[in-house]
């Protein structure tokens, strides 16, 4: 079977490069084994970690993908859109340079093809990390092809069935298209088709405000695009903070983002080669045309063609039902990552297939709600967060203390010209114990671990104040934090007793 070329440039050196890796031309499926330990449907980073995992431990494995090997993350998601965020980001400085740090001034428009280029460049040169000739290599047997249950331990691939003791469910999901007239039929970009534009579009409208939409309507603006943004919600990213949000929207307008949000999509019209997206705004209509339409409005579980019913593993429009310990209904069959989790990130997927692999095969009692989950989204600034909202506490019942510090009090971040966030840190009311932080900076993803490792270790702000960090860097907002927290343990009865110590001292 052949990969669906939607998403890569036909003839395109380094796309062909990539299929070498994750799908070979040619590649022949192996003879299965009588059994299997552990058969792994799906070959994203939830399937790759699974298999890559139980084959280093000696189990016999089969690893099956219908399309492409490396999954979202390395194909459609996380490395093509960070390499050209990081593309804009580099377009954005050059233009900065000369009125903000007294640098020489950047002319021209930039190659934007060449962005691309680097882009797929980029991919295919990671691809081998999680091509099929390196997990053979590893043991493992891989199948290309479509997989479907027959049976409560039993797979059928092309023909060949695959016994198994246990396996992972690890399809992932797509981007869904939201019930719009004319959507469908307009040709619209999602994740999986937008990375193999080869010119740069004069206009882009973005539905969906989200991490995806807010990520690729920001790097488009600073690569030359004329970007209209749309939701329905009358705010930009809904899962984050609120006051974090806002420092995000105003910096998409500050990059020229047209920002329309509260609106009700109406309809997809044709104007020529030119998509319109006609929306309600207050009592009128407005019509957002653009060259190409980006829809980036959530996300569908792949569970299509499995065969669950045949083996006994439920389902929803939400995807498989897992229990804590990733479980689905047949006690053999886990499931992982995004076709089951509403934490849909590669880091999420990884650890749970870490999570899973110890619970099915080694009759683990791991559970998958005490994983501490950070999450990014890689806007400028970064929106980084782990642990409780505000809103989850409430829903919890969980009394709060805040913590917040600007970035306009944090020293490398004035030299750096990057005050605008803030660190928020959520903690159990009377005590230094973290139950979440948002951060909100230029490199709020690098700098989210310390809270992260925080939460996880059952460690408090004490701990962190207690911690030198070098000086002058951004991190040192977390010990800024800490200090703030241990002035306000200097209460008036405190304050009273200290007098009274240097008076007697």
């Not at 699974?50 to 399309?67: I, K, P, T």
């Not at 297939?353 to 994983?371: H, I, K, V």
């Not at 310390?450 to 104040?465: D, Q, R, S, W, Y």
Request: some cysteine; aromatic content about 4%; proline content about 6%.
């Amino acid at each position: 079977m052949r990969p669906d070329p939607a998403g890569l440039v036909p003839g395109d050196a380094a796309d062909g490069a990539l299929l070498a890796q994750v799908h070979p031309p040619g590649w022949t499926n192996p003879e299965p084994k009588p059994r299997y330990h552990l058969v792994v449907i799906g070959a994203g980073t939830g399937g790759l970690v699974s298999a890559a995992g139980a084959a280093a431990l000696g189990a016999r494995v089969a690893l099956v993908e219908r399309h492409l090997m490396g999954g979202d993350c390395l194909n459609v998601g996380c490395v093509p859109s960070k390499a050209v965020i990081g593309a804009a980001r580099g377009w954005h400085a050059a233009r900065r340079a000369a009125a903000d740090l007294h640098g020489p001034a950047a002319t021209g428009d930039g190659d934007f093809t060449a962005v691309m280029a680097r882009m797929r460049r980029l991919r295919a040169g990671l691809a081998p990390v999680d091509g099929a000739p390196r997990f053979q290599a590893l043991g493992v047997d891989v199948f290309l092809g479509d997989a479907r249950f027959t049976g409560p331990d039993t797979a059928e691939v092309d023909g060949r069935v695959l016994r198994f003791r246990r396996a992972i469910i690890a399809t992932g999901a797509r981007a869904a298209l939201p019930e719009i007239p004319g959507l469908a039929d307009a040709a619209p970009r999602t994740n999986e088709t937008i990375f193999a534009l080869t010119e740069r579009p004069a206009s882009l409208v973005v539905l969906g405000a989200g991490p995806i939409g807010c990520e690729l309507a920001q790097a488009f603006a600073r690569l030359g695009c004329r970007v209209a943004l749309v939701d329905r919600a009358p705010r930009i990213l809904p899962r984050d903070d609120a006051d974090a949000a806002a420092i995000v929207q105003r910096a998409l307008a500050a990059d020229g983002v047209a920002l329309h949000l509260g609106v009700t999509p109406l309809r997809v019209e044709r104007e020529g080669a030119r998509r319109v997206l006609v929306v309600r705004a207050a009592d009128a209509e407005l019509r957002l045309a653009g060259d190409e339409l980006l829809v980036a409005a959530g996300r569908r579980p792949n569970v299509e063609g499995l065969g669950l019913e045949a083996a006994g593993v439920a389902h929803d429009a939400r995807g498989v039902r897992v229990d804590d310990r990733l479980r689905t209904a047949n006690p053999r069959i886990y499931a992982v990552g995004d076709v089951c989790s509403a934490l849909q990130f590669t880091h999420a997927a990884d650890a749970q297939a870490r999570l899973a692999l110890r619970n099915a095969l080694f009759l683990g009692r791991a559970r998958a709600s005490r994983l501490v989950v950070p999450w990014c989204t890689y806007t400028a600034p970064e929106v980084a967060h782990v642990g409780l909202t505000r809103e989850a506490a409430a829903a919890e019942g969980v009394a709060l203390d805040e913590v917040t510090v600007d970035l306009r009090d944090v020293d490398r971040a004035v030299l750096d010209g990057e005050t605008e966030g803030f660190l928020r840190v959520l903690l159990r009311r009377g005590t230094d114990r973290i139950v979440g932080a948002t951060l909100v900076a230029a490199h709020a993803g690098d700098l989210i671990g310390e809270a992260a490792l925080a939460i996880t270790a059952g460690l408090g702000l004490g701990a962190i104040g207690a911690t030198i960090h070098p000086y002058p860097t951004q991190g040192e907002v977390f010990r800024k934090a800490a200090d703030q927290w241990n002035r306000r343990r200097l209460t008036p009865s405190a304050q009273a007793w200290l007098a009274r110590w240097f008076r007697l001292w």
